[in-house]
C-alpha cells in the first residue's frame, strides 16, 4: 500500500514536488486507449506505447514507461532541492533488459531498506512505497537480478 509522505518533517517538500510535477506529466503522457477507458495500470501503458512506438518505427514516445517517469522523479526531486540526511538514487530490479526502474530515497549513510522508493509506472500515479511493500511486487523480476542502485 503506497505512503503518504506530506506529513513527514524532512521529505514532505520533496513529496508534494513529486506530486504535483508527476502528476501532470502523467495527464499529458498516459497513452489514448489508457486514459479513456480510466485504466491506471504501468503494464498496461508499456503495451500501448510499446505498440505505438513499434509501429511508428520509434517516433512515439515512451512518456508514460518506468525509466521515463523515473527520470521525471528525479528532476522533481531535485529540483525541489534534495532532502538534507537523505540518498536519492536510480533503482532497479530485473535485468538491464528486462526490469523496472524506479527511485529510492532513504537516509544518508542508511540502507535503501529503510527508505522509500518513489514509484509513479505502478499505477500510473505518483506513489511512494515502503522499501519492502515495493520489492515484494516484483518477486519474478527480483529472482532474474535483485534490486540495486541502477
Not at 518506468?66 to 540518498?87: D, E, F, H, P, Y
Request: glycine share 12%.
Amino acid at each position: 500500500m503506497p505512503v503518504d509522505l506530506s506529513e513527514h518533517p524532512q521529505l514532505a517538500a520533496l513529496y508534494q514536488a513529486y506530486v504535483a510535477q508527476l502528476s501532470t506529466h502523467l495527464r499529458g503522457a498516459r497513452p489514448y486507449w489508457n486514459q479513456a477507458a480510466g485504466v491506471h495500470s504501468g503494464t498496461l501503458s508499456n503495451l500501448e506505447q510499446g505498440i505505438a512506438w513499434m509501429t511508428t518505427l520509434g517516433h512515439a514516445s515512451l512518456d508514460a514507461g518506468c525509466v521515463a517517469l523515473q527520470n521525471q522523479t528525479v528532476r522533481a526531486l531535485n529540483g525541489a532541492g534534495g532532502a538534507s540526511g537523505w540518498t536519492i538514487e536510480k533503482w532497479r530490479v530485473g535485468t538491464s533488459w528486462y526490469g523496472h526502474s524506479a527511485v529510492a530515497v532513504y537516509p544518508a549513510g542508511g540502507k535503501p531498506e529503510d527508505g522509500y522508493i518513489f514509484d509513479a509506472w505502478l499505477e500510473q500515479s505518483p506513489k511512494v512505497y515502503g522499501y519492502a511493500e515495493w520489492e515484494k511486487q516484483f518477486r519474478v523480476l527480483g529472482a532474474m537480478g535483485k534490486a540495486r542502485k541502477q
